[in-house]
Nanobody, 120 residues
Framework: QVQLVESGGGLVQPGGSLRLSCAAS????????MGWYRQAPGKQRELVGT???????NYADSVKGRFTISRDNAKNTMYLQMNSLKPDDTAVYYC??????????????WGQGTQVTVSS
């Protein structure tokens, strides 16, 4: 099993930046594809982006060019660098781990989430 803990959320003004972290413990972190998802109040959970075991990334159109996902296998941690934040980015952000990128969002392991609020 894998235990995931997100951190780094908070309140930020529009145009600002935040970096979220997802720390993993348990089985070998490098064996998992990872993803970031978010859920805003009253909306369904949606994909932010994914990173494969080999480091290939994929992003939702809404965050392309503003968000960057990375992973440090030595630290068992995935990151989400968020720049040029907008009020529409306000949500609870979750990390997800699965053996296959195609399985992300539908299963695997989930963290408890961290709140990101973009507001002036």
């Amino acid at each position: 099993q894998v235990q995931l803990v997100e951190s780094g959320g908070g309140l930020v003004q529009p145009g600002g930046s935040l970096r979220l972290s997802c720390a993993a413990s348990g089985n070998i972190f490098s064996a998992y594809a990872m993803g970031w998802y978010r859920q805003a109040p009253g909306k369904q959970r949606e994909l932010v982006g994914t990173i494969s075991r080999g480091g290939n990334t994929n992003y939702a159109d809404s965050v392309k060019g503003r968000f960057t996902i990375s992973r440090d296998n030595a630290k068992n941690t995935m990151y989400l660098q968020m720049n040029s934040l907008k009020p529409d980015d306000t949500a609870v952000y979750y990390c997800n781990a699965a053996f296959l990128v195609s399985s992300l969002g539908r299963g695997g392991y989930w963290g408890q989430g961290t709140q990101v609020t973009v507001s002036s």
